[in-house]
């Protein structure tokens, strides 16, 4: 059983950091690409960021130079440095982990960490 849970949201003020981390558990499969989305309700979710097994990253424009994404592969674990937040970063944020089970992609969601920024 596959599990995905993130963790490390909060409220911060405007200006401040915080740092996401996903822990991927219970796979016996390649763990693919990691994926972090947001979402405010009635909205449809929103890619933050994604990294590839090898270290590729790839941004939302909204977030560029301002998020970065890692990942330790050897804790099956990715993270989501969040620097210079505003309001308009106020969200639910999720962890999407792609594992690849022989020839098929299989994704994995987690539960959501929210995070409040305040002016």
């Known amino acids: 059983q596959v599990r995905v849970e993130e963790s490390g949201g909060g409220s911060v003020q405007s200006g401040g950091s915080l740092r996401l981390s996903c822990a991927v558990s219970g796979s016996r499969f390649r763990i693919e690409d990691i994926g972090w989305y947001r979402q405010v309700p009635g909205k449809q979710r929103e890619l933050v960021a994604a990294?590839?097994?090898?270290?590729?990253?790839d941004y939302a424009d909204s977030v560029k130079g301002r998020f970065t994404v890692s990942r330790d592969n050897s804790k099956d674990t990715a993270y989501l440095q969040m620097n210079s937040l505003t309001p308009e970063d106020t969200d639910v944020y999720y962890c999407?982990?792609?594992?690849?089970?022989?020839?098929?992609?299989?994704?994995?969601w987690g539960q959501g960490t929210q995070v409040t920024v305040s002016s």
């Open positions: 990294i590839s097994p090898r270290g590729v990253a």
């Open positions: 999407k982990v792609e594992i690849l089970v022989i020839t098929r992609l299989d994704a994995y």
